[in-house]
């Protein structure tokens, strides 16, 4: 969706659209004949697909079988044996019964795809059990940043944002939250703020540094607990 790009690509970036709606495997042909698309217009050596939507891999994988086009898998979450954390049974009952028609699909991405990424070492070690014919094309490749090269090219209005928030947590133990916190299950959620809460009374001085949009499941939780949200 377009709302979704929140910034404007940096020169030498070509965005392609894809019109991909309906089942999973609508999806997978509308990327399919994009992809293919891409390839034939500026034959790149390789092409890195970051997981999820799963779909683009399943698409990339029917490409190789035809053309031998190089593909490269980054797990951000794993598929099929995403362990996903959540405490309610009836959901994760409901997804590892969603997940098996897709099973012999997962397998034959791994086959073919020349390289495979993940961003832990369990994640590795549970695809490396998966597939243990693949283990050696496997590898992890943690999350992180540049820290002098974001500084270079952090606009003004950024910078000031960035010292703001380094002000607040001056003298103080900081947790950085990426992305979704309260995406998995609000009793986390609630146990992490109330843990926050309980030491700050005791005299060990933490704050919560939370990257991205405030999810309703957070807000709630922050909400119900009285948690300060500076």
Not at 7 to 29: K, L, Q, W
Not at 38 to 53: F, G, H, R, T, V
Not at 59 to 88: H, M, N, P, Q, Y
Request: aromatic share 12%; with cysteine.
């Amino acid at each position: 969706p377009a709302e979704s790009l929140k910034s404007i690509p940096p020169e030498g970036v070509i965005v392609i659209d894809v019109n991909a709606i309906g089942t999973f495997m609508n999806c997978v042909e509308a990327y399919y004949w994009k992809i293919k698309e891409a390839y034939e217009q500026y034959l790149p050596d390789c092409a890195i697909y970051s997981c999820n939507p799963y779909y683009t891999i399943v698409a990339a994988a029917r490409i190789k079988r035809e053309t031998g086009a190089k593909f490269v898998i980054d797990f951000r979450d794993l598929w099929i044996k995403d362990e996903a954390l959540t405490r309610s049974i009836p959901r994760k009952i409901k997804k590892f019964l969603s997940r098996i028609p897709y099973r012999s699909k997962e397998k034959n991405c791994v086959e073919m795809a020349d390289f495979i990424v993940t961003v832990s070492p369990r994640d590795c070690q549970q695809l490396q059990r998966q597939y243990l014919k693949h283990k050696n094309k496997m590898c992890v490749i943690y999350n992180g940043y540049d820290e002098n090269r974001i500084n270079k090219e952090l606009s003004d209005e950024e910078k000031i944002k960035v010292d703001k928030v380094f002000k607040q947590i001056d003298g103080f133990y900081s947790i950085g939250v990426f992305g979704k916190f309260g995406y998995y299950d609000y009793e986390y959620v609630r146990q992490m703020l109330s843990a926050v809460k309980v030491l700050n009374e005791k005299g060990v001085k933490i704050k919560i540094v939370h990257i991205g949009e405030l999810d309703a499941i957070t807000k709630k939780a922050m909400d119900k607990m009285n948690f300060p949200n500076e």
